[in-house]
Structure formats: C-alpha cells, structure tokens
C-alpha cells in the first residue's frame, strides 16, 4: 500500500515537473521578447541620464580642461566612470561587501553606452 503511494507521488512529482518545463519552453519567446524589451529600456534610460549629465557639463570642461566629452574616448572614459561610481554608490547604500566581480558589471554598463552612444541617440535604432 506504501509502495504504491510513494510511486504515485514519485510519478506526480516527475509529471508536474515534465507540464512546468514545457510550459516555460513555450513562454520562453515571450519571456525573450520582455528581456530584450527591459534592457533596451535599462540602456536607454542609462543614456539620456550619462547625456544629460553630461551635455551639463561639457561647456565648462571644454572651457577649462579643454576636453570635449560628447565625443570620442573622453566620453567612453567618462561613461564608465559615471557607470562605476552610480553603482559604487548603490552598493554602498545597500551595505554590500565589495570585491572586483561587483565592478564588472559596472565596467560592462559604461562600456556598452559609451560605444553605442550614437545608436541609443537614435529611436528605434538599437
């Protein structure tokens, strides 16, 4: 009798687990199409604040640093900079312990708006 219900729950168990990893296949383009959605979202909004910011205080660097930063590799420096000391910032105020795998996402952000800058410029253009 034992026997019997511990093979049914086994055979549930595999059956509920076969029904969610088809169900996750076949949302998968779903889920693909919001991920491709979210971090378009993620790296346009990251430019137009890094470009704010920026077009904010390229007169005055032009000015005494004679530095342009809107272009070139001032802004790819400049970008990653802003990209690492924002999340140096969050991870400060969220208390987490700091190592150099937190930075590589930071480093990977800053360099991907820096070289895409023109692209992200452009609606619908990414």
């Known amino acids: 009798m034992w026997a019997f219900l511990i093979i049914g729950v086994c055979a549930f168990s595999v059956l509920q687990g076969a029904i969610g990893l088809v169900a996750i296949l076949r949302l998968l383009p779903a889920l693909l199409s919001l991920a491709r959605y979210l971090t378009r979202l993620f790296f346009v909004g990251s ?68 070289l895409l800058w023109d692209d992200l410029a452009q609606p619908g253009e990414l």
């Not at 400049?78 to 690492?84: K, Q």
Request: glycine letters at 6%; aromatic letters at 10%; charged letters at 10%.
């Open 47 to 114: 430019f137009r604040l890094y470009r704010l910011l920026l077009t904010l205080t390229a007169r005055w660097l032009k000015r005494f640093a004679g530095i342009d930063v809107l272009t070139g590799m001032p802004r790819l420096i400049v970008t990653l900079m802003l990209s690492v000391s924002l999340w140096l910032t969050t991870l400060l105020l969220l208390r987490v312990s700091l190592s150099v795998w937190v930075f590589i996402p930071a480093v990977l952000h800053g360099l991907i708006v820096g």
